[in-house]
């Protein structure tokens, strides 16, 4: 695991040969670096990517599971799922670059992140069910909620990964793009998202998340109370500034201004 700091953007890249499995160590890893990155100031978005041309990641390591059968065994499961939760829960955009096999607890993590990009050959997917055993790491959950029911049922029931460019269609991913292309459109989108006031991405990162499952009177009640917030905040005035006079705005460092996130 190792990060690489530029321009705003931090790229988190799983380094794990030969797949980049995740065990319960890049688990502990991913973490713990998400948990630093998230009070980094210069940090204003997160790029999540693997190493190595045979894929994002292929899931969970499957010579730990052994080790599950024991009835009194802290679950594998709950590993990656607290990790999801962590990923959902961070603080900054998380942008997800998915090439060849993502597959499994790969899955569930880049189902918690807020923009996944794809190699249109990627193969994505929960082959649990091939293991007997089930997604238990927020994959019955999340993958419902981003595709449907239906189309979650098919992949969680068969095991069977779809591509990126059908992932693109089921709007599993929001852009599948040539294998060479992957990391760059994924960084493109990152260093856009970067240049956006922090305070403002922080506060729409936490409507978004606390609305999800909302009745909409209770979002829109929620979403004038977070306008205001983003109201209150210098980024606003400079933001608003900045336009009229035709240049970049010259956001407050995160931590500065009247409003927190």
């Known amino acids: 695991m190792h990060v690489e700091r530029s321009g705003g953007v931090a790229t988190i890249t799983i380094d794990r040969p030969p797949v980049n499995a995740m065990s319960r160590a890049v688990v502990e890893a991913l973490e713990s670096t998400l948990d630093a990155l998230a009070t980094e100031a210069a940090t204003r978005v997160a790029l999540l990517r693997g190493a190595g041309p045979r894929g994002f990641s292929a899931g969970a390591d499957i010579s730990e599971f052994p080790a599950l059968l024991d009835p009194n065994a802290d679950r594998r499961g709950e590993g990656i799922q607290r990790l999801a939760d962590r990923v959902e829960a961070f603080p900054k955009p ?3 670059a998915i090439h060849g096999f993502c597959l499994g607890g790969a899955l569930e993590i880049a189902l918690a992140c807020d923009v996944r990009v794809a190699a249109d050959d990627a193969r994505i997917g929960l082959p649990e069910i091939r293991i007997g055993i089930l997604p238990g790491g927020g994959g019955t959950q999340r993958l419902p909620r981003v ?10 029931f068969s095991g069977e990964p779809v591509s990126g460019r059908r ?10 793009v040539a294998p060479a292309e992957v990391f760059d459109a994924a960084a493109a ?4 998202l970067a240049a956006q006031s922090p305070h403002a991405l922080a506060v729409i990162k936490t409507l978004l998340r606390e609305t999800s499952g909302a009745p909409l009177g209770d979002g829109l009640r929620t979403e004038t109370a977070a306008f205001a917030r983003c109201l209150a905040h210098p980024d ?6 900045a336009f009229l006079a035709k240049r970049e705005a010259r956001w407050a460092t995160p931590g500065e201004g009247n409003a927190d996130a």
């Open 147 to 156: 595709i449907g029911p239906g189309r979650a049922r098919l992949m969680i």
């Open 236 to 241: 606003a005035r400079e933001g608003i500034s």
């Open 189 to 192: 989108i990152a260093r856009t």
């Open 94 to 96: 998380l942008v997800v």
């Open 167 to 176: 992932a693109c269609e089921w709007g599993l991913v929001e852009e599948a």
